[in-house]
């Protein structure tokens, strides 16, 4: 597909068919992650791929979470077991990690590096038929998540990133960019 095409017609997909995602295929989608403008190339970047009984493992973590974070909501139950279910109707889920950098401004950089090599593997991900979706909410600064995943004191999660074949593409509208421009001549 074109890439102007790609940039417009990309969108993020809730619902997938359950196909498997063939691992050479995910490895080649995370190869583009690290081509995106990056301040002093520092790469602050890696990536956990949960796929199988990984991702089982994670869905139910996601459920912990959402339950912790709403506890004593009526809504509670409901939104964790919507929250599992999301993660398992995915073919698999990158977990998408920021090293940080000890100075701030760094780190600021970093993390729009970060969300470049997000976007770069949903975009490689969409060049071949697979749609993504960018979660962030009660995953990001879970205890029992950051063991899961390793993490060291100094790493923090940028993104969960569901993956799958779409069942359905939904429609989205944007502001006419002409709305939003100024020009100065
Ligand atoms: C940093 C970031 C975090 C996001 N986190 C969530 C999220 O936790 N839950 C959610 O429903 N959508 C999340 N999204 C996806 C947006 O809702 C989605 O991109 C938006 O609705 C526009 O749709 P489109 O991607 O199809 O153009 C996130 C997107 C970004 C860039």
């Known amino acids: 597909m074109e890439l102007r095409e790609v940039l417009k017609a990309r969108r993020s997909i809730r619902q997938y068919t359950g196909e498997a995602i063939p691992e050479d295929t995910i490895r080649d989608i995370l190869s583009y992650a690290p081509w ?4 002093h190339v520092s790469e ?5 791929v949960a796929q199988g009984p990984s991702l089982e493992e994670l869905a139910d973590l996601r459920h912990q979470a959402v339950l912790r ?37 760094r780190r600021q950089e970093d993390y729009a590096s970060v969300a470049m090599a997000t976007y770069n593997i949903i975009l490689a991900a969409w060049d071949a038929g697979i749609g993504a979706f960018w979660n ?40 006419p960019i002409d709305e939003r421009v100024q020009w100065r001549r």
């Not at 995106?36 to 301040?39: G, Q």
């Not at 109707?89 to 000890?102: G, K, N, P």
């Open 36 to 39: 995106v403008p990056n301040h």
């Open 69 to 105: 974070r709403r506890a004593g909501e009526d809504s509670a139950q409901a939104r964790a077991d919507k929250a599992r279910q999301e993660f398992l109707d995915a073919s698999a889920v990158i977990a998408v990690i920021q090293r940080l950098d000890e100075n701030s401004s």
């Open 136 to 175: 962030t909410g009660p995953l990001m600064q879970d205890a029992d998540v950051r063991a899961w995943l390793d993490l060291r004191e100094d790493e923090q999660p940028a993104a969960f990133l569901r993956l799958g074949y779409p069942k359905a593409v939904p429609v989205q509208r944007r502001t």
């Open 44 to 48: 602050p970047w890696r990536f956990v």
